[in-house]
């Protein structure tokens, strides 16, 4: 690996170098490097693109990195992961994308990354995109989740993109049985003439289960942005959907979340707010001697942090 | 010191153009405690604003330390040693209590004892605020006991609260007090604060009384808070009747 791709995988998995544990790294739509754990095996799929990763059940205190990176113009993948995780575990997924373009021609990664999470068993997914490169090329990712969470299991799913993407189209599905618990948290910056579009079905199933939905975002300049967050409640659940987004500059963003309750029981909300940084926030930050500029980005690191 | 000339600041309403300050002089020597208080709508906030820049005055100078600050922004301001509580804060999403004290004190990361120190002085258990987020999930008081914790962490040299009491219940008032008090033992730091307490109008070393846009009395506490006790009273019988 050069230097560019340790960049990238610093950027978007934390990796300085191999990662202990399991870990997949694809780079330019090949097998860079693998390694599988007695606990998580990862194998090729033989009829599409892309991996399984099996985690046995009982596996605890494990992760298993899967990071992509592209650095050659003209790239456009589809990849297939997909994750079966036994009974009773508790492990950190990493996974992300880093595409560096210096190139004429559009760059572009498409993930479906379908997760089977087994009875009681806790998951942490983290998934960074970041852009980079002097090309005209656009910087495009289109990544869909889908997660299956059986009776008591539990995800945090957690998505970053901070600049660098022209253009995203990003669907999250996920699917709770009996007292199974998700919180998905996105944060999302977009800036110049980027567009992110967020479409989110949290599915209530079981009795007992729960959700919450905490997205925040930041529109700069005559970037746009849509969220279309749907909660639906089938059973006796609990669901909560949290928009928050900063305008800024010529930007649109449009946020439309949705509840829809199946049961009388269901209790669900929705909160969504889109507005402009403060001026109060601005000054209060200056007469603590940062220049408005710097309190500006004090306030957005802090509110996508 | 501070020193302040004929600053007049007007605004420009419905009902034609309002007088907020009338040709205002004062001049403040270094570690003083000083409370300015009057009435609502005096114009203690305005001038309060007017001296860490937060508006501009139509006419009229502002000198700290020997520079002209009138035409400084509000950073250059905060840089040379004068620090504002709001008198009611922003809140912030995202930013936690330690990142604020830690902004306020110009440090990347103050120490968790270091915010203790600041968070014990306005009544807070830091245990329990550090990683609170700066948002709708703190009270009113919670807010403003923080807010004034940052101007404590500033340290700067020119500390000038806006109604530190507001919104503050009684226990947390107490302690408030106990604070500018250390402050002013201390020396050192220029206490300017306005007030209508006499918790903290009673520590004073001076009292300001500003009215209808108009400095009306300015002088040492003694000389002057038994005036603003005579003029409370004055015009109105039944309160003239329970002082007697």
């Known amino acids: 690996m050069n230097k560019i791709d340790l960049k990238l995988l610093m950027k978007i998995a934390g990796m300085d170098g191999t990662p202990k544990g399991a870990f997949n790294i694809r780079k330019n739509s090949q097998?860079?490097?693998?390694?599988?754990?007695e606990n998580i095996i990862i194998t090729s799929k033989t009829d599409q693109p892309g991996i399984d990763i099996h985690i046995k059940p009982g596996t605890k205190k494990e992760s298993v990195h899967i990071p992509v990176l592209i650095t050659e113009s003209g790239i456009d993948e589809m990849v297939y992961n997909d994750f079966f995780i036994g009974e009773d575990c508790d492990v950190d997924i990493v996974a992300g994308c880093g595409i560096h373009n210096d190139g004429p021609e559009c760059s572009q990664h498409n993930g479906i990354h379908t997760f089977y999470v087994g009875k009681n068993s806790r998951v942490k997914y983290s998934e960074k995109h970041y852009g980079e490169g002097d090309g005209a090329g656009e910087r495009i990712m289109n990544p869909q989740t889908v997660v299956h969470l059986e009776e008591g299991a539990f995800i945090e799913l957690e998505t970053v993109q901070i600049r660098g993407i022209d253009s995203t189209k990003r669907y999250t599905k996920i699917i709770a049985g009996k007292d199974a618990e998700a919180i998905i948290t996105e944060r999302l910056l977009t800036h110049g003439k980027q567009s992110a579009v967020s479409e989110m079905d949290v599915i209530l199933d079981g009795e007992g289960a729960n959700a919450r939905i905490i997205s925040r975002s930041v529109a700069q300049d005559s970037s746009q942005q849509t969220f279309y967050p749907r909660m639906i409640g089938n059973s006796k659940c609990f669901?909560?959907?949290?928009?928050?987004?900063?305008?800024?500059?010529?930007?649109?963003?449009?946020?439309i979340p949705e509840i829809s309750a199946n049961c009388a029981d269901a209790q669900l909300v929705h909160e969504a707010a889109i507005g402009k940084i403060a001026g109060d926030q601005i000054l209060?930050?200056?007469?603590?001697?940062?220049?408005?500029?710097?309190?500006?980005?004090?306030?957005?690191?802090?509110?996508l942090k | 010191?501070?020193?302040?000339?004929?600053?007049?600041?007007?605004?420009?309403?419905?009902?034609?153009?309002?007088?907020?300050?009338?040709?205002?002089?004062?001049?403040?020597?270094?570690?003083?405690?000083?409370?300015?208080?009057?009435?609502?709508?005096?114009?203690?906030?305005?001038?309060?604003?007017?001296?860490?820049?937060?508006?501009?005055?139509?006419?009229?100078?502002?000198?700290?330390?020997?520079?002209?600050?009138?035409?400084?922004?509000?950073?250059?301001?905060?840089?040379?040693?004068i620090s504002y509580g709001f008198q009611q804060p922003p809140r912030f999403k995202g930013l936690r209590v330690q990142d604020l004290l830690s902004l306020a004190a110009g440090k990347a990361s103050l120490s968790q004892d270091e915010c203790c120190r600041y968070l014990t002085q306005v009544g807070l258990c830091s245990c329990d605020y550090l990683d609170r987020e700066m948002d709708t999930s703190l009270s009113g008081g919670e807010i403003k006991r923080i807010e004034i914790a940052t101007i404590l962490a500033r340290n700067s040299s020119l500390m000038i609260f806006d109604e530190p009491e507001a919104g503050i219940d009684l226990w947390s008032f107490a302690r408030l007090t106990e604070t500018f008090k250390g402050i002013r033992d201390r020396g050192g730091v220029t206490l300017l604060i306005i007030s209508h307490q006499e918790r903290i109008i009673q520590l004073a070393d001076e009292i300001v009384?500003?009215?209808?846009?108009?400095?009306?009395?300015?002088?040492?506490?003694?000389?002057?808070?038994?005036?603003i006790l005579a003029d409370t009273v004055a015009g109105c019988s039944y309160m003239e009747g329970v002082h007697q």
């Open chain 1, 239 to 255: 669901g909560h959907v949290q928009c928050d987004s900063i305008i800024m500059g010529d930007a649109k963003i449009r946020s």
């Open chain 2, 1 to 81: 010191m501070l020193q302040i000339e004929n600053l007049s600041f007007q605004v420009n309403g419905e009902n034609g153009v309002t007088d907020i300050l009338k040709n205002v002089s004062l001049t403040i020597p270094d570690n003083r405690f000083v409370v300015i208080t009057g009435p609502n709508g005096g114009g203690k906030t305005t001038l309060a604003k007017a001296i860490m820049g937060l508006v501009q005055p139509v006419t009229g100078s502002i000198r700290y330390d020997g520079t002209e600050i009138t035409g400084l922004s509000v950073t250059e301001r905060a840089r040379l040693g």
């Open chain 1, 31 to 37: 097998l860079e490097s693998r390694a599988s754990s």
């Open chain 1, 284 to 303: 209060k930050l200056m007469t603590l001697g940062l220049t408005e500029q710097e309190a500006e980005e004090k306030i957005l690191d802090g509110f």
């Open chain 2, 209 to 227: 009384v500003l009215s209808e846009g108009e400095l009306r009395q300015k002088g040492p506490r003694d000389e002057i808070f038994p005036l």
